[in-house]
């Protein structure tokens, strides 16, 4: 079975500031990482992934994650955060070992950028 | 880029009333599709996953006789929620995912959801 934790329920930076938001995973086969974000009343949209090679992914809006194998961590982060992206942010892992299986989220991260 | 329509956004209606729900992936062709409920500032809980042509599967504490599943075509997968009560009221989410060989690595697309009020 696989489980993903976002430790933090909110997040706060400066406009301007990096932004770092956690993720936490376990599973028992081979990990497929995902960084979902989603704006009020509104379905999720992609950002980015990790499956092979590069533990350093770059994705939509200027956002990157890293994997760390050892830490079981796939953050998320920013270098210059924006007032727009303010919006919740989920994580999601499914092994790669076990077929067409749903991907397994965490409880998400609410992410504040303040002006 | 892959894009899934669900409709309608929102739905406002009465005790004892079904609503059905509609997904469609408009781009590419999903065997598979899942139907996640959403409750205020919580994660997505999934319910079932939607196999074209077969039987949706069902999360354990998920009533399959309320929540209708339905995916007739590589395209469009249906939930219906029978006989809704205020219980009922949620924010679902469709998703799906590129079926074709080799994309078991693809990202799952997303709806933008279905709020869903009993009144």
């Known amino acids: 079975a696989q489980s993903v934790a976002q430790p933090e329920d909110q997040v706060n930076v400066a406009e301007g500031n990096p932004l770092t938001v956690k993720c936490t995973y376990s599973v028992s086969g081979n990990p497929y990482l995902f960084w979902y974000v989603q704006y009020p009343n509104r379905g999720l949209q992609f950002l980015l992934k990790y499956i092979t090679g590069d533990n350093l992914v770059k994705g939509s809006y200027g956002f990157e994650a890293e994997f760390n194998k050892s830490q079981t961590s796939f953050h998320l982060k920013k270098p210059s955060a924006l007032v727009s992206d303010s919006a919740l942010y989920f994580c999601a892992v499914r092994d790669g070992n076990s077929g067409n299986t749903p991907l397994v989220f965490g409880k998400g991260t609410r992410l504040s950028v303040i002006a | 880029g892959a894009v899934v329509s669900q409709h309608p956004s929102r739905v406002i209606c009465k005790s004892g009333t079904s609503v059905k729900i509609e997904c469609r992936s408009l781009d590419f062709q999903a065997t598979t599709m899942f139907w996640y409920r959403q409750f205020p500032k919580q994660s997505l809980m999934l319910m079932a996953t939607?196999?074209?042509?077969?039987?949706?599967?069902?999360e354990q504490g998920v009533e399959k006789d309320k929540f209708l599943i339905n995916h007739a075509s590589l395209t469009l997968s249906t939930l219906t929620v029978t006989s809704a009560h205020p219980e009922d009221s949620s924010f679902y989410i469709c998703s799906a995912r590129l079926s074709q060989a080799g994309t078991s690595n693809q990202p799952q697309h997303f709806g933008d959801g279905t709020r869903l009020s009993i009144l």
């Open positions: 939607s196999n074209e042509g077969s039987k949706a599967t069902y």
